[in-house]
């Protein structure tokens, strides 16, 4: 972490900020457990954790779900927009229920969204049906074919390391049969932790679960991958990370793998997955990198490339955001 992320928080707030990121605990009174971790009350943990999301370092302490593991399906769309209609296009495309992220980028498909549907739907047929704008000259769905890693951890203290989440070379793990799972658990999981002694028995209430049953059911999905994890998510920016890009590369078939999981091991990489080219956009592996500084995050791409010997990538920026939340799932 360099000096200005340190002048722009205190070190025990930072450290409190990587514990919630990478640990947060699944227990009955989970700020007394992170009190205990920092040498802080339970008071002070809610205290501090209240005054940073005031601030807008925390967005949201919840449930991270892995969409597939819920019988959603989800993909990546990129559209072509003349640039008239771009402000246009994307307030429609950010207005529907299933897109949790679009951005406006700094390329020839110069929208960028996430579409996800729940079992029934047909992402697809959704993606389609929004490029029917007036306005898209045309468009690319880019399911995963494969993950190699996913989760942001933004390092925020001293004491820790940058590399924390390792890579995943598939897109779930869960042995859950899909209706098994809880929904009135993922329901109330997926909702922001409320800042009381017993968190998890409120959420618990919201959905006619009982703590116990509540904490259960989340270990279980915790344990069978059909919850990533239970964390803070930060606003990369007010945590001092304000260079990001998402870079697409042009990999030959047969070392896809290789630099998939070569790409995901490094620790600016927050995401990375292989997605399917077109004779339009020959790119196949994607990976999403954070850092401090636009001159850090070059240094970065420019490592990346010449340690997988790949010359021929894309950089994204991020134009305008339009919309950044999370998937709700099992709502009515």
């Known amino acids: 972490m360099n000096l200005e992320m340190r002048n722009h928080i205190e070190e025990t707030d930072a450290r409190l900020l990587d514990a919630v990121q990478r640990n947060f605990p699944v227990h009955p009174t989970p700020f007394e457990e992170l009190g205990k971790q920092l040498g802080l009350s339970a008071a002070e943990v809610v205290e501090r954790i209240e005054r940073l999301k005031a601030s807008g370092v925390i967005r949201q302490i ?26 246009k296009v994307a307030h429609i495309v950010a207005s529907h229920p ?15 969204f996430t579409m996800t549907v729940p079992p029934e739907g047909k992402v697809e047929q959704e993606v389609s049906e929004a490029a029917k704008q007036q306005g898209v000259r045309d468009y690319l ?74 904490l259960m059911h989340a270990r279980h999905m915790l344990d069978t991958g059909v919850m990533r994890r239970f964390a803070a998510v930060l606003r990369h920016v007010r945590a001092g990370y304000r260079a990001n890009a998402m870079v697409c590369w042009d ?70 955001e339009y919309k950044k939340s999370r998937v709700s799932y099992f709502l009515e």
Not at 64 to 78: E, N, V, W
Not at 269 to 295: L, N
Request: one cysteine or more; hydrophobic letters at 40%; aromatic letters at 8%.
């Open 62 to 87: 919840s449930a991270i779900f892995d969409s597939t593991a819920l019988g959603y399906r989800s993909a990546l769309a990129a559209f072509e927009v003349e640039d008239a209609s771009l402000d």
């Open 141 to 214: 769905i880019l399911p995963a074919i494969k993950v190699f890693k996913i989760g942001v951890f933004l390092s925020m203290s001293e004491e820790t390391r940058t590399a924390d989440l390792e890579p995943r070379s598939h897109i779930s793990n869960n042995q859950t049969p899909i209706e098994q799972v809880n929904r009135s658990a993922v329901k109330a999981l997926q909702r922001d932790l409320p800042l009381t002694e017993h968190p998890f028995r409120m959420l618990a209430e919201t959905e006619g679960l009982t703590e116990e049953d509540l």
């Open 251 to 320: 990999v030959l078939p047969e070392v896809r793998d290789q630099v998939g999981l070569s790409m995901a091991a490094h620790p600016a990489v927050s995401h990375c997955y292989e997605r399917p080219s077109y004779p339009q956009w020959p790119y196949s592996i994607y990976t999403m990198i954070h850092s401090c500084t636009r001159p850090a995050l070059f240094d970065i791409i420019n490592e990346l490339a010449r340690l997988s010997g790949i010359s021929a990538y894309q950089v994204l920026q991020s134009i305008r």
């Open 98 to 112: 299933g897109v949790s992220h679009c951005y406006a980028r700094d390329a020839r498909y110069n929208l960028w």
